[in-house]
């Protein structure tokens, strides 16, 4: 069964303190693998696309890598208005188009 | 370029009544999906519409049903309304036919059914 995994469910930082969100996936062939920003009450802001292990891509104090496994969304030295929820999605290889997505990790972050 | 919209912003309906939400898609893109987000939890995939027919649909009931117009926008309709289906309704458009795979989602319609 195709299946996404987040953790931690919740992370508070202090500003400058950076970290690693993880997203973990069980999928029948990956066609893509996809992280949104959701702030509270909105739909998911898209971030990122990955196709490949190895890739990596990166926005501001994001960056996004990928393995055959997992995902990791790095962040460098946050600020408050990062404090929102991520969601991690995949599309499986053959899929109508569907997106997975995991519960997201909420993120905190304090002045 | 155009963002993708929905509307209504917000619904109030009763058990047992119907409701239709409605979506335009992003300037340039043919396919439309429609997602399910309970609080707390991430979207769950409804159905998929690419140029005007059901391109997949996802693990819920026949009373959920939507339709694809030639202007590429799109309606989700749900009957016999159940508590359980109290959530925010996702839209997302994107470039279908193997084109591209990112979806890019609207702001959403909170329904609460009492």
Known sequence: EDQVTQSPEALRLQEGESSSLNCSY??????GLFWY???????????FTLYSAGEEKEKERLKATLTKKESFLH???????????????????????????????KLSVKP | ETGVTQSPTHLIKTRGQQVTLRCSSQSGHNT?????????????????????EENGRGNFPPRFS????PNYSSELNV??????????????SSL??????????????RLTVT
């Open chain 1, 26 to 31: 069980t999928v029948s062939g990956l066609r």
């Open chain 2, 79 to 92: 009957n016999a309304l159940e508590l359980d289906d109290s959530a925010l309704y996702l839209c997302a």
């Open chain 1, 37 to 47: 920003r959701q702030d509270p009450g909105k739909g998911p802001e898209f971030l």
């Open chain 1, 75 to 105: 962040i460098t030295a946050p600020k408050p208005e990062d404090s929102a929820t991520y969601l991690c999605a995949v599309q499986p290889g053959g899929s109508q188009g569907n997106l997975i997505f995991g519960k997201g990790t």
């Open chain 2, 32 to 52: 439309v999906s429609w997602y399910q987000q309970a609080l707390g939890q991430g979207p769950q995939f409804i159905f998929q519409y690419y140029r005007e």
């Open chain 2, 66 to 69: 939507g339709l694809q117009f």
């Open chain 2, 96 to 109: 279908g036919g193997g084109v591209s795979y990112e979806q890019y989602f609207g702001p959403g319609t």
